[in-house]
Each structure stands twice: as C-alpha cells, then as structure tokens.
C-alpha cells in the first residue's frame, strides 16, 4: 500500500517523492509528533496559569479573564453562589487560540523559509542543483517538489495542531468561515514566502552558510517589526499599512467577545482602498491580502522560472518590470488616504506629506528589487556591447539602440529603472495633484518625487558599473557599496545632533526626499537650494551614465579585436 502511494507521488512529482523518501523516516516523524504535541502541552498550561483563582476573591485584585466592571484596565474578580470564581472562558478561549495561531504561522514562515534556503543553499555546495536542472522535469514541477517537501515534518507538527486550534476557536465562538478563510490565507502567506525564499535560494548562493540564516532572520525581523512597530506608529489610514496586510498577526481571527472589538477585524478597521472601507468586515479584507499574495506570487514566480534555468539571466523581463511597477503603484496608492485628502473636507498638508512618505518608503523597496532584478551581469553585458559594436552602425540605428535599451533581454538595465521610475512618480503625482491640499503645499512633495527619480537611477548606474567589474565577488562588493551609500547618510545624519544646519548636504542623500517633506533645522534649504541639488544629482547621472557608456565600448571593441584575431 506505501509503495503504491509513493508511486503515486513518483508519478505526479518526482523531485517530492525525492524530497519525501529523504526526510520521511520514523525517527523524524516521532520527533515531529512530539514536538507538536509538547508544545501545546505547554501552551495550554502557560495559559491556564494566567487565570484566576479563588484567591482573587479572598484578596480583591483585577484579572483579564474575570467578569464584572472593569477595575482600572481589568475587571473585578465575583464569585458565584457556592464560592467559585467566575471566568470569562470564551475570552481565554479566544487568547489561547490568537497564541497559536500566531506561533503556527510563525513557524510555518520563519521555519520554512530558512529549511528551503538551506536546501538549495547544500544542493549548490555538493553541485546536485545542476544535476537536478538537467532533468526532464519542467521548472514548476521541481520548484513545487520543493516547496512541498523540504518543510514536510514542519507541516506534520502544524497539521497536529489543528484538532487543537479548531476546539479553541469554536470554543471562542470564532465563526467557522472566518477560521477557514484564515487557514486560506496562511497557504497564500506560506506560497508567497516560500516562493520569495526559493528565489533567493538561486541568487543568493554567493552568501555560502549564511545565506539560510540572512532569509529566515529577514521574514523574522519583517514579522515582528510590522506586528510591534507598525501596529502602534502607524494607522490603517497611512500607506504602510500595505505591510500589515502581508504579515497575518493582523487576520486572526476574532470573534464579539465584548465591546472592545467595533468590527470582526479590529485591528485593521479603519482600512480604506481608495476611500473604500474594506477594514470593517474580515472577508474583505482577506480577499485584498490574497490578491496581493497572488500578484507577488505571480512575479516571483516569473523570476524563478528564468533564473532556474540559466542563472546568467535577469530576474525579470523589462516589460515584466513595467507591468509589475504599475500594479504595485496601484495597489500602494489605494491605501493612501483619500478618504480624507481627496474625497474629505481635511486639508492638512502634514497628513499628505506623511502619506507620500509612506509611498515612496514601499517603492523603495521595490526598486531594490528592480535594480537587482533588471541589471545583467558581466558576461551578459560583455555579449551585448559585442553585438551592439558589431552591428550597430551596419544593421540597427538609434531607434533600434533605445527599444532595445527598453525591451531588450541582455541590454542594461538603467533606461528600464528609469521608465519604471517614471510610472511611479507619475501615479503618485496624481494623487498629489487630485488632493486638496493648496498648490503651495503640494510643490514640496513634486519636489520630493523628482529627487527619488534622480536617486533611482544613481543607484542603478552605480550597480551596473559594479556588476561590470572584472572582480569574483562582484556580487559582494556591489552589495556593500550600495548599502553603504545608502545606509552612511542615515547613520551620520542621526550622529549628528546639528545635521540640520547642515541640511544642503544632505540632499545628495537618501535622506533627501524626506528633508524636503519635512524640513527642520535652524538654516532649512530653500527652494533654489533644491533646485541646485537636483541639478546636482542630474550631473552625477550623467558622469555615471558616460563612465558605464565608456566601459560597454571598451569592452566591445576589446571583444571584437578578440574575435577578429581568432579569424
């Protein structure tokens, strides 16, 4: 019978029957069981400790769990007519299952995420990934081999939980639907950072045996920021409530337990997309975390499948990155507040501000992505100035340079960061423009955007200038160049208590956008000081720009005397 199932298995997906008959062995699967079983054990104790007990009655004293008025930020504990204390049990029913669930999906991502990476990461060391390119199987099907095997003993320990965290949920009078349309969620969550995890498996080899402990400490940190941080800095009505709607601390469940709670998704309630309220009911506002999932998913698995396969080429496509800008930019600027700032009576510029800070912190990090995402490396821009050297003035003219500039596969990546800087700034000009805010405080924002753009394609000239070098661990030193440009200013601007009276020379920064939303300091820049400064930032392009032009025909040239003296 096991022999006919795992043939089964064979048969669909040989890369997760592979993974299976590695990990699956009755020592593994009693570990797993036990841990399971021991860790709601001890969850289970933990939380009955918490509650109160007849001394609460003897010696007065609040707890979360009793029943009467509330005494200072607790109620009072009352006893019944035969003496016993009385427990909000619906309440600790509904702690209890918050606890687990939070502690199950944690597992789920952080555990799962650092198994896959370290996968891959010992595939590439003893050289099987290679082996396992070459096989008939499609991309999609080793990939999901993967992602279903690697983790398989964590998925036994959190499947044990279940029976557990279902009792505690009814027990809580969660209603049914909500629970399964988190479990839902948490598979879109999980496809989402697994996918995100096996992406950087592939490009992230280069790191060795720290790569599996940088990505899971990564999801790690983004978990626990976004719940703590994020959860009391920032509200549902600012753009950075995108983050929450990836991380699912924010969808557990909850149920009427007393009045606290307005709505059926309290900590997301005052959510709007483009004015419209989507915090207020828990459907809609899992819906909206799975279409994001789903859109994030899609593009990283589009990078997967290129990079799978030749490992030289770009993560995306140029035109992937464009519809992938658009949809983001979307996305990100429904959750800005236009329920105030367009379509309200608020006119505070401050509130604007803050929403254009929020926005251009999330684009940020997409064009991280886009600028390692589009930028080939030496080899491929090696191939490219030779082709373009060698027929550029037979065959192609200066039309066919810029397509290929934009939609080209092997042509740098710089124009296409550009245009995909374009869209951006051009979606959040529009937002600022349809505001209410009056037209004087809205030049500070245009302003802002402009320098994001110029700094946008600084950073990826300089990265294609480093990824060009002649240099092995190219992909080190590019890394640490970049980070340090971008993470320097900010250290020495919080070093230095009068940064401020300094304020110019910060606006070569990446604090730049920010200084000019909320300018501080005894001398604060004016506007021909910004103006200076843009101009500033054009000039450096251009030096970038001329410096990676010479480079790309140099090594044209040098390629094709090569070529030649070979014939």
């Known amino acids: 019978m096991k022999s006919h199932w795992l043939n089964q298995i064979g048969d669909w997906n040989p890369q997760l029957l592979r993974e299976i008959k590695g990990r699956i062995k009755m020592r593994n699967i009693l570990l797993a069981i036990s841990i399971s079983i021991l860790g709601q054990f001890v969850l289970l104790i933990y939380d009955h400790s918490q509650l109160p007990s007849n001394n609460n009655l003897s010696y007065p004293s609040p707890n979360k769990y009793c029943t009467s008025q509330v005494f200072g930020e607790k109620p009072k504990c009352l006893g019944d007519e035969l003496g016993n204390i009385i427990i909000n049990w619906q309440l600790w029913y509904l702690d209890v299952f918050t606890w687990l669930s939070i502690i199950g999906f944690f597992a789920l ?17 003893r050289d099987t990934l290679n082996f396992i390119r070459l096989s008939p199987q499609s ?18 320990v959190v499947l044990l939980a279940i029976p557990l965290h279902l009792w ?40 060795g045996g720290f790569q599996a402990w940088l990505g899971s400490g990564t999801v790690l940190g983004f978990l626990i920021f976004s719940k703590e941080a994020l959860n009391h800095n920032v509200a549902s009505d600012n753009p950075l409530v995108f983050l929450k709607l990836i991380n699912p601390c924010y969808l557990v469940p909850h149920s009427y337990v007393s009045s606290t709670y307005p709505s059926d998704n309290p900590l997301l309630s005052e959510f709007h997309w483009f004015s419209k309220s989507i915090g207020m009911v828990f459907f809609a506002t899992v819906c909206f975390a799975l279409l994001i999932y789903a859109i994030g998913s899609y593009f990283i698995w589009q990078s997967l499948q290129r ?7 770009t993560m995306l496509s140029k035109r992937q990155s464009y ?3 658009t949809c983001f930019a979307i996305i990100t600027i429904g959750c800005a507040n236009w329920q ?21 912190l999330l684009n940020f990090g997409l064009f991280l992505y886009l600028i390692a995402a589009l930028n080939p490396h030496r080899q491929t821009l090696q191939d490219w100035a030779r082709y373009r050297h060698s027929y550029y003035f037979q065959e192609l003219g200066n039309k066919s340079l810029i397509q290929d500039l934009i939609w080209g596969e092997k042509s740098p990546g710089t124009l296409a960061i550009a245009l995909n800087a374009i869209i951006a700034i051009t979606c959040l000009s529009g937002f600022v423009l349809v505001s209410q805010v009056d037209i004087s405080n809205k030049i500070p924002a245009f302003i802002s955007l402009a320098f994001c753009g110029t700094l946008a394609v600084t950073y990826a000239l300089l990265v294609q200038i480093l990824l060009f070098m002649k240099n092995e661990q190219r992909l080190f030193w590019t890394t640490g160049v970049l980070g340090a440009v971008i993470v320097l200013p900010l250290i020495l601007s919080i070093l230095f208590s009068q940064s401020g009276n300094n304020s110019f020379i910060w606006l070569f920064s990446i604090t730049a956008p920010l200084m000019v939303l909320f300018s501080s300091g005894n001398y604060p820049p004016s506007f021909y000081h910004y103006i200076i400064a843009i101009v500033g930032h054009l000039i450096i392009v251009g030096l970038l720009l001329l410096q990676l032009t010479r480079i790309l025909k140099k090594a044209g040239e040098s390629s094709t005397k090569a070529m030649a003296v070979r014939n």
């Open 168 to 207: 505690l949920g009814f027990a809580a009078k969660i209603p049914s639907t909500m629970i399964f349309s988190f479990y839902i969620l948490i598979f879109a969550a999980c496809f989402f950072y697994y996918s995100g995890a096996l992406l950087f498996g592939l490009i992230g080899s280069w790191l």
């Open 340 to 360: 105030n700032l367009v379509f309200g009576q608020y006119y505070n510029y401050g509130t604007l501000y803050e929403n254009i800070a929020g926005l251009l």
């Open 307 to 313: 990079c799978f396969r030749d490992s030289h080429i």
């Open 139 to 156: 991309p999609q099907s080793i990939l999901w081999g993967k992602m279903l095997g690697v983790p398989i003993l964590l998925y036994v």
């Open 323 to 325: 519809i992938l800008t």
């Open 109 to 125: 991502l952080v555990g799962g995420t650092y198994l896959l990476i370290s996968d891959l990461s010992s595939e590439e060391r």
